[in-house]
């Protein structure tokens, strides 16, 4: 009961988050980042959430398991396809034990949004892992995913929220009936 709890409180801050971009109430007090050369419109806080998501995704290709760990806050959670959800910093750590050089994780954001108190946002975008099955044959996983940040305490930013989804099966298999050609 206190997992579905916790759960439901982190879904509901994701869902604050996006009613509230979607409102387009962005607070003055973002995060200060550098404006971005290629467009010089986008806000301090979009910046900073994509200067995030490009250090985290360094440091996974980098350590692999390790790196991606790293970047969770205490009580921070994985959802998964099929999967059971991950719980804890320390669950994440246990369950991201790949190295880079047998694991390649990378993805790509396709958009930012800033909440309006400056302290919490969420990137989401498309990801691919690309590792062996054991036999050695390539494998490659594609999907989209969310991550939901907040900042700290202590200033840093930590992931709160992971969530992926695989993609859906090649056109025309998603909409056969069973039984059906």
Known sequence: MKMMRRLSLVFALAMAVCCTAHAQLLAPQEPAAAPNPM???MKPGKTALLDLEAKFAKDVA???GTGFAAWFADDGVVLSNGA???IGKVAIAKASAWKASDYQLAWTPTDAVMGP??????TWGHYEGKGKDANG????????????WRKEKDGSWKVTLDA???EPPEGGDCCKLPGTN
Not at 117 to 122: A, I, L, P, T
Not at 137 to 146: D, E, F, H, I, W
């Open 84 to 86: 059971a959800p991950l």
């Open 117 to 122: 108190s400056g302290d919490m946002g969420y």
């Open 164 to 166: 992926g989804a695989t």
């Open 62 to 64: 980098e350590r692999g």
């Open 137 to 148: 044959n390539p494998v490659l996983t594609s999907g989209r995913y969310m991550t939901i």
């Open 39 to 41: 467009d010089p419109t």
